[in-house]
């Protein structure tokens, strides 16, 4: 469909890939975009890799499938960089996000991709902002700076504002995802 943005995250349960994907169509929506965000997954546990999809656009989405060909891919775990089918589907104009402390120069050479790679350690910022390792926040924000899909202030006005709901009587796990947002967002690195 012309018009589509597609985006496909992969993860490993418990990392908040579902999460991530989920947030980014409430925050894309506050801007007025159509919007879809939905997982794929079946009985896996904590640990097994899942993935979950965001379609978004201007205009109303009729398509109701899954996504094969992404025009972005976000991965929340490096260790799924070459056993996941990561890069599948992913055109040469494609951009790829991983979670890792490599330069994009040392990922595209293991997961031999033509496009746009970039990485951010997201692992790290996330133990130093938020206090344990849970990728997805910091991923959101390296996927708002690579794509340029929303606008980086109002999606942080609007995130913090979600975030106040759902942590309401922990205003410290609020300031910390969004110090990591910030972070990932001024850290991603892109070749």
């Known amino acids: 469909m012309l018009g589509v943005t597609e985006i496909r995250w992969h993860g490993r349960g418990g990392q908040g890939a579902k999460t991530a994907a989920l947030l980014f169509a409430t925050l894309a929506m506050g801007e007025g975009k159509y919007v879809q965000g939905f997982p794929e997954y079946g009985p896996e546990r904590m640990g097994a890799p899942v993935q979950a999809f965001n379609r978004l656009s201007d205009k109303p989405i009729t398509l109701h499938c899954g996504i094969t060909n992404p025009d972005f891919v976000v991965v929340l ?13 992913l055109s040469k104009n494609g951009k790829i996000i991983i979670n890792t402390p490599l330069t994009p120069k040392e990922i595209r050479s293991r997961i031999k991709f033509e496009g746009k790679v970039s990485t951010v350690d997201a692992s790290k910022i996330s133990k130093e902002t938020i206090g344990r390792e849970i990728p997805n926040t910091p991923m959101l924000g390296a996927l708002v700076r690579i794509t340029g899909l929303i606008d980086f202030k109002r999606m942080l006005e609007d995130l913090e ?6 942590f ?5 796990v609020v300031k910390g995802n969004i110090e990591a947002v910030k972070r990932a967002y001024q850290e991603v690195k892109e070749e």
């Open 77 to 89: 775990d490096p260790t799924l960089i070459e056993k996941a089918g990561v890069i599948e589907g």
């Open 161 to 166: 504002a979600e975030l106040k709901k759902k």
């Open 168 to 172: 309401a009587s922990k205003p410290e």
